[in-house]
């Protein structure tokens, strides 16, 4: 049985869920507290465990027994004077659970204990579990299915940024963790499953390499999990990156996420005091926590998934976008289709650049690969592929910029997806603007939906909204009445 029929499998169980009233959501958060005991087992991994709320106890119990025996364990391992193991007290961490029937429960449990363990465990547990929450990010219309970043675009990220052994790798926005979790497998690839190293390179890609931090405590959950299924013990906080919390994120050689989008509820600030410019917007901050995070260093890189309006906005926006153009080479954007993050009207690009070893005049030129224009629908139907991106990798070749040049010529395809702009031409644009487009629509037939298309216009009438407001605050206690 392969990984893939397993996750079906798993993924059924929901309907046990559903009828005992646990949401969509809920819907990985209670398998969770159930896998991860199957999944020690599986590896061996048990010692932490107290032994009666190891699996073999667990599955001998049935009815309320059960379902007394199961709510007091979620309370035990959660508990760090119980249990001496802070990766099992953060899974279980005020963990409860909303199975109310014990005969579902015991039927979930029961279930679980007959997969196909052996291949499962051949195919990798960890890499079942990540098939596992896409499966619930493909199936869930909100929360994590809105902004989930599909595997093909973070091992494309991943490929491109090209981690080395030895490499601090880092996400302030961890989510599942999938981003260091690919990073890992990338370097384990090359490496034989980090067979070649040495004792002190393979403990540092185990415990140092990969770090990250999540606000969001059911999704660090799933994370913490996501990290121990793939042999990984790196520093995986759960906190706001935002906050002083999160100033412990710096001098990383590699950065790779997908920060959430929107603005601060209420209009709060950023806590953090080690940010130049004071905005609400997340995404603007989460820009300048990464660039700022990064080693000075012209080999420091990073990879970041941002709306559009983070390349128009104007006031701070306009700043910030000058901040990263002086700390870094700012040397690609890719302009990503609409569709991919199964929200509509979602536009979205990736930010490529390296940082300088000084704060000034460190981008030259920016080359732009526009992926959105006369491009096929995507959505949940259809969605992205390893195909769809090897054009753009194969004209990237982040090593020397110079090979660019033979794939593009303005006069002779000015249509091209492809294109380079000096930093004296994106100076002199109104507003610093890096929303760039120079595609001839005239024969790209718009499939959009009304929903779609509408959406696309709410999303830009927040920007501006957005936009607005910091003008106002900027102007807060300006006295009009001296003019």
Known sequence: MSNQEIVQKLWNECNVLRDDGVSYQDYITELTYILFLKMSKEQGQEDDIPEKYQWDNLVSKEGLELKNFYRQLLLDLGNSEIVKSERINAIYANASTAIDEPANLEKIIKDIDELDWFSAREEGLGDLYEGLMEKNA?????????????????NMMVKMTKPEIGDRCNDPAAGTFGFMVAADQYLKDQTDGYSTLTPEQYDFQVEDAFSGMELVPNTHRLAMMNEYLHGMDGRLDQGDSLSANGKWMKGFDVVLTNPPFGTKKGGERATRDDLTYETSNKQLNFLQTIYNSLKTDSKARAAVVVPDNVLFADGVGEKIRQDLLNKCSLHTILRLPTGIFYAQGVQTNVLFFTRGESDKDNTKETWIYDMRHQMRSFGKRNPLNDKDFEDFEKLYCVDDHSKRKETWDKEKNPNGRWRKFSIDE??????????????????????????????????????????????????????????
Not at 138 to 154: C, D, H, M, W
């Open 426 to 483: 994106i100076m002199k644009r109104p507003n610093t603007s890096l929303d760039i487009s120079w595609m001839n629509d005239e024969e790209e037939h718009d499939d959009r939906s009304l929903n779609e298309i509408l959406s696309e216009m709410n999303e830009k009438s927040k920007a501006i909204s957005e936009a607005i407001a910091e003008l106002n605050k900027a102007l807060e206690g300006i006295d009009d009445s001296e003019d």
């Open 138 to 154: 493909n199936e869930v219309k909100s929360g994590a299915g809105q902004y989930f970043t599909p595997r093909v675009l973070i």
